[in-house]
Every structure is written in structure tokens, then in C-alpha cells.
């Protein structure tokens, strides 16, 4: 298929990247890391978050799509 992801495959993604930041943030509050490591885990932490945001957004911006897409047609049925 053409045009993108569809609707199902990125919301894989988001819950994928939603647990994998939960493990994260389980992981760096339980601490005894090395210094190294918690900065590598904070910075995964912080691009999930980024795709997690960029998920929604685009989420947002579907159903927003959909929800004009519904009122364009209720104001021509209910046009004379």
C-alpha cells in the first residue's frame, strides 16, 4: 500500500513506544546505572517521547480530517 502508514500500524508504533518509555522511566527511577547508561536510556527516552508526540499529532490531524469531512456532508444534506 501507498500513502503513508495506515491507522493500525501507527498506533503499533505508539503503544510499542509508550511501553518501551515506561520501562525506561522504570529503569533510571530504580537507578544504580552507570553514568553512561542512564544517559543512553535517557536519550532513547527522549526520542520515544518525540515519536509518541509526532504519533498523536498525526493522529489528531486524521480525525480532525474525518470530523470536517462529516460536517461538510451534514450541512449539504441540510441544505434545500
Known sequence: ???????????????????RLEAI???LERGGMGLDET???YEEGAALLKTCQAELIAAEGRL??????ELEQELQTEAP
Not at 480532525?64 to 469531512?69: G, I
Open 64 to 69: 480532525n480530517e474525518l470530523r470536517l469531512d
Open 1 to 19: 500500500h501507498h500513502g503513508g502508514r495506515t491507522m493500525t500500524e501507527s498506533k503499533q508504533t505508539y503503544n510499542e513506544a509508550a511501553q
Open 39 to 41: 544517559l543512553r536510556m
Open 25 to 27: 522511566v522504570a529503569t
